[in-house]
């Protein structure tokens, strides 16, 4: 837990940095559009190689064929490796025919810097999809130290090159330290993996695991790889923008993502194994109570963030990046573009786990038909709103097709399971609604107060503080009242995890890329 939060801070604490030494200039909308194809590759393969592997691998293992497990782990690294040594060396060379394609709008000048941005982060795609592999075989092994550490790995990597050579390179600081990051995260988990003593230099393509792995593989890639495109299309249509406007829609986006990495993630994540046992015993009323209350917990914190994140807005991006190269236009350019993002905070936390519940029900075609066909809708939303609203419209437009998949999958897990207490759900929902309004109404009023911080790190940072607690505390006060018991259940489930000295693998993060 220490490492993962230790992560997900310094990874946020990444994204401060490179506010104050780069901004909304040109030049971060370039490495964005630069470090585009690593981001896709990371979010395709890290979380869906561990899906795919570890219960082949854990399934070999339980049946004492150690031999045979290792066998297979061996052909999967050493084919990787191979395939993707080779990919790196052709995407370097055509680098300049594919990158057009993610930065269009770019003029001549910027296209060339992004062309070269993309070859020096070329050989991260080895280690990213590497990384993913190795994290599956530790975690069959309930090894999780060496994986929850790759985060911080990467993080302090990439902070180290920008606060280091920003003078002498500028942002190829960021380029450098983003490739040198990413390979240390598989570096990291190297000595843990080879100490295990069973990796062997082969590649066996006829071995039966392959096959195994390739049919949970296949479906779980192609829901990723959907998700991902969404990310392309972002960046192609952002790219047409003026300078900063894609630089802003990143940082607007890390600040909705904090949460949803914090609390959605790490409720899916003690879900998961519950849902799946509830499913392996055909009880599917205890997966209705237990997806119930997931839900419920995810209203809890993501509805009270949303609610945060559009009336604070421009304080919590003026204390948190406004720095250096991260002017006043730059707070009040992302402080006008995170309101948009932030309003489809409760259906990505949602989806996180609608999708788990869908997977532990061993369903996974109509979950990756979902996933497909909200990628269209973004994007078809995207042209709708890119003349009228600019950035605001291809963030309303991932918003909006997040809350579509949530709608769907909703159904979709509705009928898996034969229906739950939807009544119970609309009631958590209505008191959530009405202790957020109590908030921010709390908020409002200490905006009329008409205090204004000095422009100082220590000032705004106490002010957005004060804001926080009272916001929070009011809330808490009216969730009471209101009779919730969401904070109490929180509260008892990681006690009681801890009391039981459960271990559990570190949860999938975002990107710590770009």
Known sequence: MAATLGSTSLGFFREVINAKYYGTQWEMDTFLAAA???????????????????????SYLAHG?????????????????LILSVCAVVGYILAPYYVPLI???????????????TRILMPSIIAVSLSGVLAAMLNAYHRFRATALTGIAVNLATIGFVVLMDRQIGIFALVTGTMWGLVAQLAVQLPSFLLIGRYRPVIDLRHPGLQRVWLVL?????????????????RFFASTLSAGYMAGMNYATKLVFFPQQIFAAAIATVLFPM??????????????????????LVGFIAIPATCALVVLAYPMVQALFERGSFT???????????PYAAVGLLALAANVVLTRCCFACNETGWTVAISVFTVVVNVLLSLLW??????RGLLLANSVSQTMQAVMLFVLVWRLIGGFDWKRLLLSVGRVVVASIAMVLALHWIAALGVHPDPTLASRAW?????????????????????????EVALRAILAKFERNIISPPENRDAPIA
């Open 218 to 234: 296949g479906p779980v890639v192609v829901g990723s790889a959907a998700g991902q495109i969404a990310l392309f299309f972002d």
């Open 36 to 58: 585009t194809i690593p981001t896709i590759l990371f979010g395709v393969f890290n979380g869906a190689l561990v899906t795919a592997l570890v219960p082949t691998f854990s």
């Open 463 to 487: 002010y957005l503080t004060g804001q926080i607690v009272i916001g929070g505390a009011v809330f808490i006060a009216a969730s009471k009242l209101l009779g919730a018991e969401e904070l």
């Open 328 to 338: 006043e236009a730059s707070a009040l350019l992302c402080a006008s573009l995170l």
């Open 65 to 81: 064929e150690e031999d045979e497990a290792w066998r297979l782990c061996s052909t999967i690294v050493n084919l990787l490796a």
């Open 386 to 391: 890119l003349q009228p609203l600019g950035a």
């Open 103 to 117: 930065a269009h709008g770019f003029p001549a000048p910027q296209m060339g810097v992004a062309v070269h941005m």
């Open 275 to 296: 849902l799946a046992a509830h499913f392996a015993r055909e009880n599917r009323r205890a997966i209705g109570v237990t997806l119930e209350m997931g839900l419920r």
